[in-house]
Every structure is written in C-alpha cells, then in structure tokens.
C-alpha cells in the first residue's frame, strides 16, 4: 500500500539573478550597434536557458508533513523512496565505487524526516561495533551503552551498512536476524524490538556472489541474507545529470564541458577494456575543486592517472 509521495519542482531563478545574467548579456552585445529590442530578448532568453537552476524534490508524508531536501537529491531517489512506499523496510543498493550509495541513503533520511546512522562493514568491524560494548562508568560499575544501530532499529530512523559484502561472516549473522526477525538481541541480554520507522539500507559493490575482476576481495553472501532484500534491490549507477548540475554550476561552461566529456569517455574506456580502475563521482567533485583553483584539465588528467601503468594509460587515451 503507497502512503508516501515525491515531487520534483524546478526552482524559479531569483529576480537579481535574472537582471544579472540581463546586464550581461547587454553588456557583451551593446559593441554591435543596431542591437533592436527582439535581438535583446533573444539573448537574455538564451543567456537564461543556459543557467544552471537548483533542483528541489519535496517529500509529502502521510501526516501532511513535507520535507524538501536541502541539495539535489541521486536521480534514482524516487526509484528508492518507492520501495519505502510499497512497504519494505530492508533495502540493498549494488552500484559501483563512488556512484552515490550514501548520499541516497541520506537523501532517503532526509525526505522521511528521520535520524541517519551508517556503519562500513569491513573486515575489522565486529558485532561489538554493530551491538554496542560495556564500559566502565564513574562509580565503577559497567554499564551495557548501545550503539547508534541499535538507537535507531528501537527508536526509528535509517541506517546504511554500507560495504556488506565485505563483512565478517559473525557480524552477517547478527545482521541476519535483524532484518528477518523484528528483533535482535544485544550483548547484555537485552531484547530488542524493532521499531516501525526503522529503514535498513545495505550497500555492496557486487552482487552479493563473491569478488570480481573489480572487487576482488569481496564475499559472498548466502541465500538466507539476500532473500531479506527480496523486490527491494536497485542497481545504483553514476548519475551524469547530477554531476552535470554541480560541474556547470561551479565552471565555466566550455571548461566544465570539457571535464564532463572526459570523465564518460573514461568510464566507457574502462568499460570496455574491463580496467580495474574507477572513475566515480568523487572524480569529477575533486577536479572540479582542482579546476576552480586554477589547475587545468591536463594538471587533472595527469595527477588521476599518475599510478597507471603504460598499457592501461594506451587504452583510455
């Protein structure tokens, strides 16, 4: 049964933004005289196409409540809200290195108004990191202290266990009974019971079937685990429109042009020759930061691809 929403909404750019990009625009064209009123509006008509607007996506709750979310959201939000609306409490999201897995799963926080808590799941992580761990107190006595996994299956909210295919079989089977259960036990004994506004997002960079060409050391993850996530799993990829908003919004156009068609001719080249590099998201955020402070392109290119080997570096350039 649906009982969320989502809508998206283009923001309207401000007045002084408009008069911005008008004095501007006048301002590059007023050299070539004759300039008539129809050629001025067609400028500031293209000059405004051009800008780069916010986008706001509003979540409206079943209580009448709405939330808009502060920055724009991973395209594929509406994909993973939906699966929130048709009920499911256990989600996984498989996607790439660096493709936007947290960042969806703190968009889904904040569209829901709930509390956010992760914890990436790798080889040292122990159920004490997940439970929680007793701890000596002023007086001398010990006292069992929850852990922020434990504060929010109880009390409502999301949590991400991001890198579950590299977890520690223990630590899975705690993880196990969470999920199916309804409830988990922590170390001092204590039952608890999951609370109905408790989302718990897995995160994996396989399908849950053992390391890969990319993903060498990953684990696989038995059947029992991945039934938890039954009609409510999503594959996340790269979202080019979001980086094309951030870019274009932080560049110069022809420079950030430039960046955007770099980056997706990269990722087609380790596609395509099964590389085991990634060219994420992060990427194109750190050369953006990189350009802004007056490196170029090449300076980008060069420091990213300095740890290549020659025939790695033949194959992408």
Same mark, same amino acid.
């Given at each position: 049964?649906?009982?969320?929403?989502?809508?998206?909404?283009?923001?309207?750019?401000?007045?002084?933004?408009?008069?911005?990009?008008?004095?501007?625009?006048?301002?590059?064209?007023?050299?070539?005289?004759?300039?008539? &009123?129809?050629? =001025?509006?067609? =400028?500031?008509?293209?000059? *405004?196409?051009?800008?780069?607007?916010?986008?706001?996506?509003?979540? %409206?709750?079943?209580?009448?409540?709405?939330?808009?979310? @502060?920055?724009?959201?991973?395209?594929?939000?509406? &994909?993973?809200?939906?699966?929130?609306?048709?009920?499911?409490?256990?989600?996984?999201?498989?996607?790439?290195?660096?493709?936007? %897995?947290?960042?969806?799963?703190?968009? +889904?926080?904040?569209?829901?108004?709930?509390?956010?808590?992760?914890?990436?799941?790798?080889?040292?992580?122990?159920?004490?990191?997940?439970?929680?761990?007793?701890?000596?107190?002023?007086?001398?006595?010990?006292?069992?202290?929850?852990?922020?996994?434990? &504060? +929010?299956?109880?009390?409502?909210? *999301?949590?991400?266990?991001?890198?579950?295919?590299?977890?520690?079989?223990? *630590?899975?089977?705690?993880?196990? @009974?969470?999920?199916?259960?309804?409830?988990?036990?922590?170390?001092?004994?204590?039952?608890?019971?999951?609370?109905?506004? #408790?989302?718990?997002?897995?995160?994996?960079?396989?399908?849950?079937?053992?390391?890969?060409?990319?993903?060498?050391?990953?684990?696989?993850? !038995?059947?029992?685990?991945?039934?938890?996530?039954?009609?409510?799993?999503?594959?996340?990829?790269?979202?080019?429109?979001?980086?094309?908003?951030?870019?274009?919004?932080? $560049?110069?156009?022809?420079?950030? !042009?430039?960046?955007?068609?770099?980056?997706?001719?990269?990722?087609?080249?380790?596609?395509?020759?099964?590389?085991?590099?990634?060219?994420?998201?992060?990427?194109? =955020?750190?050369?953006?930061?990189? $350009?802004?402070?007056?490196?170029?392109?090449?300076?980008? %290119?060069?420091?990213?691809?300095?740890?290549?080997?020659?025939?790695?570096?033949? %194959?992408? #350039?």
């Amino acid at each position: 049964m649906r009982n969320e929403s989502t809508t998206t909404t283009l923001e309207r750019p401000e007045p002084k933004d408009v008069f911005r990009l008008l004095a501007h625009a006048v301002e590059e064209h007023l050299q070539d005289r004759g300039v008539d &009123e129809a050629s =001025i509006r067609e =400028i500031v008509t293209e000059e *405004v196409a051009k800008a780069t607007l916010p986008r706001t996506v509003e979540v %409206k709750l079943p209580t009448g409540i709405a939330n808009t979310l @502060a920055d724009a959201p991973h395209r594929q939000f509406s &994909e993973l809200l939906s699966l929130v609306e048709e009920g499911h409490t256990n989600l996984l999201m498989v996607g790439p290195a660096g493709c936007g %897995k947290t960042t969806l799963a703190k968009n +889904l926080a904040e569209g829901l108004g709930r509390s956010f808590g992760f914890i990436s799941l790798s080889a040292g992580v122990t159920e004490t990191h997940l439970m929680g761990r007793t701890l000596p107190q002023a007086d001398g006595s010990w006292k069992f202290v929850p852990s922020r996994f434990v &504060e +929010l299956y109880t009390q409502g909210g *999301v949590y991400l266990l991001d890198e579950i295919d590299a977890a520690d079989a223990n *630590v899975m089977v705690a993880i196990n @009974a969470a999920l199916a259960n309804g409830v988990l036990v922590t170390p001092d004994g204590t039952v608890h019971k999951r609370h109905a506004d #408790c989302i718990i997002i897995a995160a994996a960079n396989t399908w849950g079937r053992g390391g890969d060409l990319m993903y060498v050391g990953r684990n696989q993850l !038995d059947a029992s685990t991945l039934d938890r996530f039954c009609l409510a799993t999503i594959y996340v990829n790269y979202d080019e429109d979001l980086e094309a908003h951030l870019v274009r919004s932080g $560049l110069d156009e022809t420079v950030g !042009d430039e960046l955007l068609s770099w980056v997706r001719s990269l990722r087609s080249s380790i596609s395509r020759n099964r590389l085991r590099r990634v060219a994420s998201t992060r990427l194109v =955020i750190s050369a953006m930061r990189a $350009l802004r402070q007056g490196r170029t392109l090449d300076d980008v %290119k060069r420091r990213y691809l300095q740890d290549w080997s020659t025939d790695e570096k033949a %194959k992408v #350039c």
